[in-house]
């Protein structure tokens, strides 16, 4: 694979590294192209590019123009990436002088990064789907923008998404926006790639990007990993600042790292949060001696649930010792989560349009919906946007007694079973297989692991776990406040030893498929 030099920031995951490649040939991209990269750009890892670039066997203009090429060759079929930059190979040219210089700013100098479409970019419209932000693009960039291209990452492009973040209709189709209409599953082209970070998922699936950027509110990183067979981080919150990105909620919603392996997930969340990569993430060589929770959640069915089961006997071989679980106040969870959200939605999407061109305030928004037709054309609700205009304030005490309760019962959902069995982390199903796209009928949402730590503001990973036929199923893993490092430690062995990635065949259909 390539000459494999000494870096201080990779030589404590370099074994792991060694265990992540050349699974499979999803970056095959015509023979000029990857005789240009020199490697699967479906399994190559950051580590590897980074030694390679240092050695001067590879430059970031190389990898640049060969995801480029991809991204035209393969993203007609998914309508993943809105636009890319049209900066991106002036980006990587100096990427490289700073290379042949031996000045890297960084693990992330000269690596191709993916945003979705709700990160603001000072150079790029930045839409949330709706054509309403379509116009000029924000004044300044995301405080995770800043952070990327201050360590030297190749700002490839913008992803579809779920328009608004799936905050905008009771029945919505993940993956569908006005500006950039559906996103589809690289595994089953007519099934879904879950919302809301569905392009910046189903892009790393089919190998567009190295790296991608995502955002949570509940499930929004977490299902399109594990529905697109990629890994996705929700960081603790407040760990990622959310400065510049398009709202749901401040105290649920978080940016996140995206990636096909939790090797670049993890160096990618350091730069995200401003800190060193490699002193924060050490993963074990095996899980002698963890305990993992495993909360099986059968409503997702008897065939997740055997990838669940075949996933517990990996980690049992692994070391870990594996107990079922089931994190108390769920169902209280369930009534209180969606009100509190629409009184945050208000009062968050109020502040954030009134530093952009558009509708100015959320009864403008709905205004503009319901003149225009090309708003209409998958779903036409919007009427979460409407309990959202009447929902009662923030400073209402009905609101703020809700919001406690939330905050107290999801963090002792996770705490309190941490505690009880003495476990490193809580383990369940990311997502069910993924149901056929119908704009008429809905997603099919009963998706709900990734809710306590979300509402928590706790991390989790999804990493991929198995398959349902061609589908892919991710495990989610859950911790405490601020275990992100540990948690992806943990991760990152779970990923091997369960060794379930593979590469997307692009089939146009594999029958029947769930639904709601």
């Known amino acids: 694979m390539g000459l494999m030099r000494r870096m201080d920031a990779i030589a404590l995951i370099a ?55 991809r991204i035209r060759a393969v993203d007609p079929k998914l309508n993943a990436v809105l636009r890319t930059d049209p900066t991106a190979m002036v980006q990587a040219a100096a990427s ?59 700002i490839l492009g913008k992803t579809n998404l779920s328009e608004w973040a799936n905050f905008r209709a009771d029945t919505p189709t993940s993956g569908w926006s006005a500006v950039g209409g559906q996103t589809r599953n690289p595994y089953v082209l007519d099934r879904n790639p879950c919302g ?17 950027i995502g955002t949570e509110t509940d499930g929004s990183i977490v299902c399109p990993a594990g529905m697109n067979g990629v890994v996705g981080h929700k960081p603790s919150l407040g760990l990622v600042s959310q400065e510049g990105v398009v709202p749901i909620s401040a105290e649920q919603d978080t940016a996140g790292p995206m990636a096909r392996n939790v090797i670049d997930t993890a160096l990618t969340l350091a730069v ?34 055997a990838v669940m089961t075949r996933a517990e006997e990996r980690l049992r071989a692994a070391g870990a010792e594996v107990l079922e679980v089931t994190p108390s106040y769920q169902d209280r969870l369930g009534e209180l989560e969606f009100p509190a959200l629409l009184s945050e939605f208000h009062r968050d999407i109020d502040a954030y349009l009134a530093t952009r061109e558009g509708p100015r305030d959320l009864a403008e928004l709905i205004e503009f919906n319901r003149r225009t037709s090309a708003e209409q054309t998958c779903f036409a609700g919007q009427e979460l946007f409407e309990q959202a205009l009447a929902a ?14 939330l905050a107290d019962l999801s963090r ?34 009963v998706i709900p692991s990734s809710t306590p730590a979300a509402v928590a503001g706790f991390p989790s990973v999804s990493v991929p776990a198995g398959s349902v036929g061609e589908l892919p199923v991710g495990l989610l893993l859950m911790a405490g406040y601020r275990q992100d490092a540990e948690l992806l430690s943990l991760a990152a062995v779970a990923e091997r030893e369960l060794n379930a990635w593979r590469a997307p065949r692009y089939l146009p259909t594999a029958g029947p498929g769930p639904t709601p």
């Not at 499979?24 to 015509?30: D, E, L, T, V």
């Not at 950051?46 to 970031?60: C, F």
């Not at 990569?277 to 065939?303: D, H, Q």
């Not at 009662?392 to 309760?405: F, G, K, N, S, V």
Request: net charge negative; hydrophobic share 40%.
């Open 15 to 69: 074994a792991l590294a060694a265990g992540s490649l050349m699974l499979g040939n999803s970056g095959a991209i015509g023979r000029e192209s990857a005789s240009t990269v020199g490697a699967d750009l479906g399994t190559v890892t950051i580590p590897e590019l980074q030694d390679w670039m240092s050695s001067g066997s590879l430059t970031s203009s190389a990898l640049t123009a060969a995801y480029l090429g």
């Open 96 to 154: 490289d002088v700073r290379h042949r210089r031996g000045a890297t700013l960084g693990p992330l100098d000269g690596i191709p990064v993916l945003l979705k479409d709700n990160v603001n970019t000072r150079d790029l419209p930045t839409t949330a789907g709706s054509l309403a932000l379509a116009g000029r693009p924000p004044r300044s960039d995301a405080a995770v923008v800043s952070r990327l291209r201050d360590a030297g990452a190749v």
């Open 196 to 212: 809301s970070s569905s392009g910046s998922a189903a892009a790393l699936a089919a190998s567009l990007a190295q790296v991608a």
């Open 272 to 305: 995200l949060q401003g800190a060193d990569g490699a002193a924060a993430f050490s993963p074990p060589m095996n899980l002698r001696g963890k305990r993992i929770g495993l909360w099986r959640l059968p409503v997702l069915g008897p065939e997740v649930d």
């Open 392 to 405: 009662p304030p923030t400073t209402d005490p009905q609101y703020q007694a809700m919001r406690a309760e």
């Open 412 to 445: 002792r959902s996770i705490d309190e079973t941490l505690a009880a069995h003495h476990l490193d982390a809580i383990a369940s199903p990311a997502n069910p297989p993924a149901w056929t796209t119908d704009c008429e009928r809905g997603d099919d949402d």
